[in-house]
């Protein structure tokens, strides 16, 4: 795991940008997981404004809420059109993500790895992190080796997110979400992680053991995982005098 601590989210995301940016330009064809949330927002200004060419790049989204369209305001996929997909030459045909409407919900799930499988994999996985250590929808007590699939939200989770949807009572209780196993199969995995109430769900991730109850710690297994957080984000973190020399040390050719 490779942990990189910025001064503020702006400096994060900018490096996140960065980073997503030399992807695209090593691999016009890259495959894409991308996250939602606030967390990925300026990251997706940044990856707006740097006008890179999206035409042959595939993308898959971690997750959405059941019984929500695309239409609907707080779905996913509305989100990502917004804040992204609208602002980019990518090709509609090349965007996935969870349909909440989906019919045969286990059908659905089982395309949906299959069509990750069919593009060679994820080449490059965004994440986010719940404040109870969730990665996609996968709340604590996911197998880690759990594919896409329906889940039953959280009670913190459903009150995280209450503040998108206005009452808590309107956040829908299950989603559909790419499971551990599929996020673990991205060739390289970027968790994204700002302000104090990440902090402790990010120092059990990043420095306690890896464990079902927080679903992020098993990037401690991910051969080429790097978490970018801000300093709130870090203010648990033991060993950040470690992680900020190794950031420091770094030669050129290996920065963004
Ligand atoms: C949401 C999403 C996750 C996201 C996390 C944090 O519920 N399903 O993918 O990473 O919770 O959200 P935020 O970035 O808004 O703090």
Redesign the pocket.
């Known amino acids: 795991m490779e942990v990189i601590i910025q001064p503020d989210v702006t400096a994060a995301s900018q490096l996140a940008a960065r980073m997503v940016a030399r992807q695209l330009r090593e691999k016009p064809n890259s495959v894409l997981g991308l ?6 927002l300026l990251l997706y200004r940044e990856l707006v404004a740097l006008k890179l060419d999206w035409r042959r790049v595939t993308t898959f989204n ?2 959405e809420y059941v019984g929500l369209g695309p239409d609907h305001p707080q779905s ?1 996929a509305r989100f990502m059109w917004e804040n992204l997909f609208r602002q980019v030459n990518i090709l509609r045909k090349n965007v996935h993500i969870p349909d909440g409407l989906a019919k045969d919900i286990p059908k659905f799930c089982t395309r949906y790895e299959r069509q990750i499988r069919q593009v060679g994999g994820i080449d490059l996985q965004v ?5 109870d250590g ?4 996968n709340e604590p007590s996911s197998s880690l080796a759990s594919r896409t699939r329906i889940k039953t939200l959280t009670a913190e ?1 459903r009150r ?2 209450a503040r998108f949807f206005g009452r808590e009572e309107d956040v829908p209780h299950h ?1 559909i ?1 790419m499971g551990i196993g599929t996020i673990m199969e991205a060739r390289q995995v970027l968790l994204l992680a700002f ?1 104090e109430n ?1 902090a402790a769900a990010v120092a059990a991730a990043v420095e306690g053991p890896i464990t079902a109850m927080c679903p992020a710690s098993i990037l401690q297994m991910h051969p080429v995982a790097k978490i970018v957080v801000d300093e709130a984000a870090a203010g648990r973190l033991q060993k950040t005098d470690y992680y900020r020399w190794v950031f420091a040390q770094k030669p050129l050719w290996q920065r963004w």
């Open positions: 996250p939602t949330g606030s967390t990925p971690l997750d996913y994440l986010g992190i719940g404040t969730h990665i996609g929808f989770t995280d997110n989603v979400t302000g990440k």
